[in-house]
């Protein structure tokens, strides 16, 4: 079966959550049988990681949006079985709604479009149109699926959450679980300035790292400074230097703000190594992939005080944080296990073509 993967960028030029789903994605696929080829805007025809990558040309980005109009010829000619759309992408959708000859196709709809709302009005009926006529329209929770306008009356969902190498991402019993640990781009909608307004508040606060970089990377540091945190800030970070991030961590925190963070996959691998969750309680996968009291705890959005009193709660048992450890390994294994969950995107694929 030969799949055209659609996205504006590729892991690993792109550190992105949906652009290494995609490369994970690929790279199992390939390992099936199946001929992958991937989509994205500018860049030119390259091989990545040994994947085949067509960029075709794009001027200019509009709202995180990239203008390419190379994507309707492309699409038009593609001689895909399948074409697998990851949203959001305007400019893939739009290009695929003048199309006369459309293949079969499968969505994977990874976020709701936030910070650029009031496009919706114009675009939202276009969007509706285009997953109603999706084979299938995969998202990563029932939780999305019904805080979603896009989705909740869909007729043609499939949950499918964001699985983890169990193999890669595993405990080391070694591990000091000395310091609290953020992963991701330090982006608004990450919560970042929550975080450190947390640490900033409290009366002794504990190590925290990091793990990440974008383009307020300066104001973080400049805030650390200025309020001389011990919050020490890692770039560039290696996979195997983030396994061990993770397995020395007491606690991941993500302190998400905004339903951009669909599902926060940086919470399945922090699980995997044994290590428990502090995160937002947004009406998203994330409150999900990180179960209350199991594996980790939840704080209001936004809320730096109660960020604070949730970190002193864990601070106070450790023979609760032992327990969060183990059951959050044991949900990673039972839930969040890669191949088993690409398998079932694989079947989505095929059952696309009919054959």
């Known amino acids: 079966m030969k799949i055209l993967q659609v996205y504006k960028d590729v892991f690993p030029e792109v550190h992105g959550g949906i652009e290494r789903y995609i490369h994970d994605l690929s790279q199992f696929l390939v390992s099936r049988g199946h001929c992958v080829e991937i989509l994205v805007a500018g860049g030119g025809n390259r091989d990545v990681n040994g994947l085949a990558v067509k960029g075709v040309w794009s001027p200019v980005r509009v709202l995180s949006n990239p203008v390419a109009p190379g994507f309707s010829r492309f699409l038009s000619e593609t001689d895909a079985d399948v074409v697998h759309f990851h949203l959001p992408l305007p400019s893939a959708v739009l290009a695929w709604t003048v199309l006369k000859k459309k293949r079969p196709y499968v969505v994977t709809y990874h976020s709701d479009i936030v910070r650029q709302a009031?496009?919706?009005?114009?675009?939202?009926?276009?969007?509706?149109?285009?997953?109603?006529?999706?084979?299938?329209?995969?998202?990563?929770?029932?939780?999305?699926?019904?805080?979603?306008?896009?989705?909740?009356?869909?007729?043609?969902?499939?949950?499918?959450?964001?699985?983890?190498?169990?193999?890669?991402?595993?405990?080391?019993?070694?591990?000091?679980?000395?310091?609290?640990?953020?992963?991701?781009?330090?982006?608004?909608?990450?919560?970042?300035?929550?975080?450190?307004?947390?640490?900033?508040?409290?009366?002794?606060?504990?190590?925290?790292?990091?793990?990440?970089?974008?383009?307020?990377?300066?104001?973080?540091?400049?805030?650390?400074?200025?309020?001389?945190?011990?919050?020490?800030?890692?770039?560039?970070?290696?996979?195997?230097?983030?396994?061990?991030?993770?397995?020395?961590?007491?606690?991941?925190?993500?302190?998400?703000?905004?339903?951009?963070?669909?599902?926060?996959?940086?919470?399945?691998?922090?699980?995997?190594?044994?290590?428990?969750?502090?995160?937002?309680?947004?009406?998203?996968?994330v409150s999900w992939v990180n179960s209350h009291g199991e594996t980790g705890l939840l704080f209001t959005p936004g809320d730096s005080s109660d960020l604070c009193r949730v970190v002193a709660r864990f601070e106070e048992s450790e023979t609760m944080r032992a327990v969060m450890y183990t059951k959050a390994r044991n949900r990673a294994e039972a839930l969040f296990n890669s191949r088993t969950l690409l398998r079932r995107v694989e079947e989505c694929l095929t059952e696309a073509t009919g054959i």
């Not at 999706?134 to 998202?139: D, G, M, N, S, T």
């Not at 000091?176 to 919560?191: A, H, I, P, Q, S």
């Not at 599902?263 to 044994?274: N, R, T």
């Open 118 to 285: 009031f496009v919706m009005p114009v675009y939202g009926p276009v969007l509706a149109r285009f997953l109603a006529g999706a084979h299938r329209v995969i998202v990563s929770s029932d939780n999305y699926i019904r805080t979603s306008r896009y989705l909740r009356n869909l007729r043609n969902t499939r949950t499918i959450p964001i699985g983890t190498d169990l193999e890669r991402f595993k405990p080391d019993e070694a591990a000091g679980k000395t310091y609290y640990l953020f992963v991701g781009r330090f982006r608004r909608y990450k919560g970042i300035f929550v975080l450190l307004d947390a640490w900033r508040k409290m009366a002794n606060p504990p190590d925290l790292i990091l793990a990440g970089g974008g383009g307020l990377v300066n104001k973080v540091n400049t805030f650390i400074a200025e309020h001389h945190l011990p919050v020490s800030v890692v770039s560039n970070v290696s996979d195997e230097e983030l396994v061990s991030l993770y397995q020395g961590a007491r606690a991941l925190i993500l302190p998400s703000t905004q339903r951009s963070e669909a599902f926060g996959m940086v919470q399945v691998e922090a699980m995997a190594c044994g290590t428990a969750v502090i995160s937002s309680n947004l009406p998203t996968g």
